[in-house]
């Protein structure tokens, strides 16, 4: 299958914005569910958002509603996540998912990137 690669994070003012890019190596089917989870330090790794690659279907954590934007680009094979009014809370390495499943939980997804950090400052 497809790597995954995550880019753009760094490090932002409380209320920046940042895009996140997760770009496959080949094609993504379109059967997947591409989706995009956090972990903090000493936290469990936590839901962010999900796309389905061929419907656009979206589902969003409660914490990011209404913040955070996720896209694709099927010709490019890549996933995106618009991160806007960030929070010191949203702090964490951002990790970009790949599964066959319509799930929030991550032990349904079995393809990861290596993740990008992001620091929101207060």
């Known amino acids: 299958q497809a790597q995954l690669v995550e880019s753009g994070g760094g490090s932002v003012l409380d209320g920046g914005s940042l895009r996140l890019s997760c770009a496959a190596s080949g094609r993504i089917y379109s059967s997947s569910v591409m989706a995009w989870f956090r972990q903090a330090p000493g936290k469990e790794r936590e839901f962010v958002a999900l796309i389905r690659w061929h419907s656009g279907s979206r589902l969003y954590a409660d914490s990011v509603k209404g913040r955070f934007i996720i896209s694709k680009d099927n010709p490019a094979n890549t996933m995106y996540l618009q991160m806007n009014s960030l929070k010191p809370e949203d702090t964490a390495v951002y990790y970009c998912?790949?599964?066959?499943?319509?799930?929030?939980?991550?032990?349904?997804?079995?393809?990861w990137g290596q993740g990008t950090r992001v620091t929101v400052a207060s």
């Open positions: 998912a790949r599964g066959s499943q319509y799930s929030s939980s991550a032990a349904d997804y079995n393809g």
